[in-house]
């Protein structure tokens, strides 16, 4: 008889085990390396010819559980997690771009994929140019000979403007340019970038799809071939979520509908307390009648999801004053989780931005960021008054 390592023996589970040791949940996986039985099945492994494991930086079995599950829910072939939101962008861009290639990004976008567009990869020779919304809308015209990529964000970080998924993505696809969404905002739950005809969805799955603010998280979901393009950039950079992070985004993954679908109607609910309050100047939710991009948002969401931005009529003062009021709402970057956050995009997302660089970004300093949470509605706007009033 073999004899084998204790560590190994509960996998290999054998003789006198009990006979319903199929666990419910994928166990955390977190050895860093996978045995093999023979020279033959290495090679087999090297070859591409057998399905297994070897090294957790290339894969490992609980996090592509979690691929799997994320790939499933965004209507793609194959996803790949890694260890920030940051990490998918950077491994993306790093996996799909050389030297002397244009990405075209529009500028009303989080503020660390602008800097990493702007501050570092054109030190490796690729450019980029940032684009209005509108500008967007009218792609043809933009995309020029060196373009490889188009990156944009729909609900946008933080204006909540929505870009029309399936017009950009259509002109891609015939200008041959990889268009990438950062779904972030909406969560597959309430919009479906691939199935709009984009070919890689980008998440910071810091946000909703994991839910509880307690992992650091990104992914990337697209067709197979696509995605065994980046492959290469993720085992090399080695921006690999480790096991005990996929197995907690999972878990959260698993109430995913539940949460967005409060995180919608809280949002809403609101969004359009605050359109009535005199204090406020302007609302940016897309479930609004009075968003400009409305319409888009009504073609292409199930939902509008949990971010709720507005401006205070005081401008920076009355948003720093509602900001050091806010009591149930917790003053915090980040976004998506049970709990409600409040953030001034000029000291987070946006710090350290140029007026003109705020003003492509459409953020004003007068601005309020919201991230409905799951919390009693009634409670939320007991709590918002009191900080506007
Ligand atoms: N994309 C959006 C829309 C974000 O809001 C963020 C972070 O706030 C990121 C990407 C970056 O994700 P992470 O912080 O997980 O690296």
Known sequence: MTKRHPDTEL???????????????????????????????????QQGRSQSFMYSRYANPTVMAVEAKLAAAEGGEAAMLLSSGMAATSTALFGLLQSGDEVICSAA???????????????????????????????????????????????????????????????????????IVDNTFASPVNQQPLTLGADLVMHSATKYLNGHSDVTAGALVGSKALIDRVMPARKLLGGVL?????????????TLGVRIARHNSNALT????????????????????????????????????????????????????????????QRAASLGGVESLCSLPVLTSQ???????????????????????????????????????
């Open 11 to 45: 996998i290999h589970a054998g003789e006198g085990a009990p006979s319903n040791a199929m666990p419910v949940t994928t166990p955390i996986y977190s050895s860093s390396t996978f045995t093999f039985a023979s020279s033959a099945e290495l090679e087999a492994y």
């Open 109 to 179: 976008i989080y503020g660390g994929t602008l800097q990493v567009l702007r501050s570092f990869l054109d030190r490796f020779g690729v450019r980029a140019r940032f684009v209005s919304m509108e500008q967007l809308g009218a792609l043809g015209s933009v995309i020029g000979p060196s373009t490889k990529v188009v990156w944009f964000e729909s609900p946008t970080n933080p204006t909540l403007r929505c870009a029309d998924i399936a017009a950009v993505a259509s002109v891609c696809r015939a200008k041959g340019v990889v268009s």
């Open 242 to 254: 480790e096991p005990a992070s996929a197995y907690a985004l999972g878990r959260g993954m698993k």
């Open 270 to 329: 609101i969004a359009r307390w605050l359109e009535t309050h005199p204090g406020v100047s302007r609302v940016c939710y897309p479930g609004l009648e009075s968003h400009p991009d409305h319409d888009i948002a009504r073609r292409q969401m199930h939902g509008c999801g949990g971010m709720v931005c507005f401006e205070s009529r005081d401008g920076q003062d009355g948003a720093v004053r509602f900001f050091d009021r806010i009591a149930l709402f």
């Open 351 to 389: 710090y350290g931005l140029s007026d003109e660089q705020l003003a492509e970004a459409g953020v004003t300093r007068g601005m309020v960021r919201l991230s409905v949470g799951l919390e009693d509605s009634e409670d939320l706007i007991a709590d918002v008054q009191q900080a506007l009033d």
